[in-house]
């Protein structure tokens, strides 16, 4: 059979891919295929019919039928599960209440070093937080060929009233909740891109992350603003004619919805196991807190591994890691370097360690009503408002870092991580539970190597 894409464009395709156009037809229609079709599509094109890849996909299914059918229906295109570990950190005290969080991820050591850390504060008081504020942004992103000033004039005499009425029906129910949209102003942005301006609308989306509810009133914005301008008598024809909204969408950098949490005890109550003396430990805990801040490539990793606690309970409470993440980072390079996301002081014999984060999710709306682990996550964490919500994620992101920091400054990361490590390098080799149990015992009070394992794992074998 010849492929149309082939025919058509003979002649300009590079032979390299020709021939991956050939090993691999294009399809079509592939989203209206059943399941099973979708499956036998891509085993046969891309996995040589092997019987046994099928069967891996169909091992994920729920026998549940109606429960499969609602994970399928999250996405699209889904020909199967795809899991990951889900496990709870205990002992969080947070504001005086007694947590256990629940994280879903699948990185060896971050669960252990998150509970690690709570219990380490748990008779210090445990982590307090603080919400700073909950604005959240969108826009609508124009251009328009007129004088700033004149445009000025006509958003705060005409429009910006407009854009509230047009709005009205939409924010309804939110301010009905206590939210809504909590102010619009006009940006002169022509410096950057000639004739580009924005609407930019902050918003109070209460317990919801608000996503659908900011896009529908900024893509009114769009609508009103191309009505008003069409119809303001101010604007000549050709000024008229010049206006383009390029589009309306949130932001998901949130600087003004920050929540802080934080954590501190005198000094000669840092109590490590390591053998460090308490003042060392906060001396070089607060050097790495530093080098953090002054060096990007170091700024990098400490950022990662405080997602790691983030976007574990983000995940598991079903919340848009993404989201989280390119507004952590983005937050991190806010003075034009890539910085820390946390802070240390050790102060008059306090050490004190903190988290600036900003972050917006919601307890209500998108998978929170769907997704049974979700509503799971939701009840174990005792049904959190978004704020208290803010705090966990927050607190969670504190602890992860200090039980990093604890360990890089004292015994180096591997020796935790590693032991936790222990149980894929052995499911790898295909150990009995027997043999995984003698080597658990076996690197108790030892540091695990990869390669050691394997080499002890065939001197076992032989024996
Ligand atoms: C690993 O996932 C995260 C760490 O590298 C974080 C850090 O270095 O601070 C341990």
Redesign the pocket.
């Given at each position: 059979m010849t492929i149309p894409i082939l025919k058509k464009h003979a002649n300009s395709l590079p032979l390299k891919l020709i021939f991956t156009i050939m090993n691999h037809k294009p399809v079509e229609g592939f989203s209206k295929l059943t399941k099973q079709g979708k499956i036998d599509w891509i085993v046969s094109q891309y996995l040589e019919n092997d019987a046994h890849y099928k069967k891996i996909l169909n091992q994920y299914w729920n026998d549940d039928a109606a429960l499969q059918k609602l994970h399928d229906e999250f996405s699209e295109n889904t020909v199967s599960n795809f899991y990951m570990p889900y496990g709870i950190a205990p002992n969080f005290l947070i504001n005086n209440k007694l947590l256990a969080l629940p994280m879903a991820i699948e990185?060896s050591s971050?669960v252990a070093a998150a509970s690690k850390a709570a219990k380490f504060w748990l008779d210090k008081g445990g982590f307090k937080t603080t919400i700073i504020n909950t604005e959240k942004l969108g826009h609508t992103h124009f251009i328009l060929n007129v004088e700033p000033h004149k445009l000025l004039n006509f958003f705060n005499f005409n429009l910006k009233q407009k854009l509230f009425a047009a709005t009205e029906d939409i924010t309804k129910n939110m301010r009905n909740r206590g939210g809504g949209i909590l102010d619009i102003k006009l940006i002169d942005k022509t410096a950057e891109l000639p004739n580009y301006f924005q609407l930019k609308a902050s918003f109070d989306t209460k317990d919801s992350m608000g996503a659908n509810f900011i896009n529908s009133c900024l893509e009114q914005f769009g609508k009103t603003l191309k009505e008003e301008v069409a119809n303001a008598e101010q604007f000549s024809p050709e000024e008229k004619n010049s206006l383009q909204i390029v589009m309306n969408i949130l932001s998901n950098y949130t600087p003004d919805c920050i929540v802080r949490a934080e954590v501190s005890c005198k000094i000669e109550d840092l109590k490590d196991d390591s053998g460090i003396s308490n003042e060392e430990f906060a001396w070089k805990f607060k050097q790495a807190v530093i080098i953090?801040e002054i060096e990007p490539y170091r700024a990098t990793?400490?950022n990662?591994?405080?997602m790691?606690g983030i976007d574990a309970v983000v995940i598991a409470t079903g919340n848009d890691f993404r989201a989280t993440e390119s507004c952590a980072h983005a937050y991190a390079s806010r003075s034009g370097k890539y910085s820390s996301l946390t802070h240390c002081t050790t102060d008059n014999g306090i050490f004190r360690f903190w988290i600036d984060l900003p972050i917006s999710v919601g307890v209500v709306g998108g998978l929170t009503n769907l997704h049974p682990l979700v509503k799971f996550s939701l009840a174990l964490l005792g049904k959190p408002s978004a704020q208290e919500l803010m705090s966990i994620l927050a607190v969670s992101g504190l602890a992860q870092?200090f039980g990093?920091?604890r360990?890089?400054v004292t015994t180096g990361?591997q020796k935790g991580?590693m032991k936790m490590h222990l149980l894929n390098i052995l499911n790898q080799l295909g150990a009995t539970e027997d043999e995984k149990q003698y080597f658990v015992n076996y690197y108790k009070d030892k540091t695990v190597s990869h390669h050691e394992v394997i080499a002890e794992f065939e001197k076992l074998k032989n024996k």
């Open positions: 990185e971050v953090a990793t400490h990662k591994g405080i790691n870092n990093a920091l360990s890089l990361i991580h």
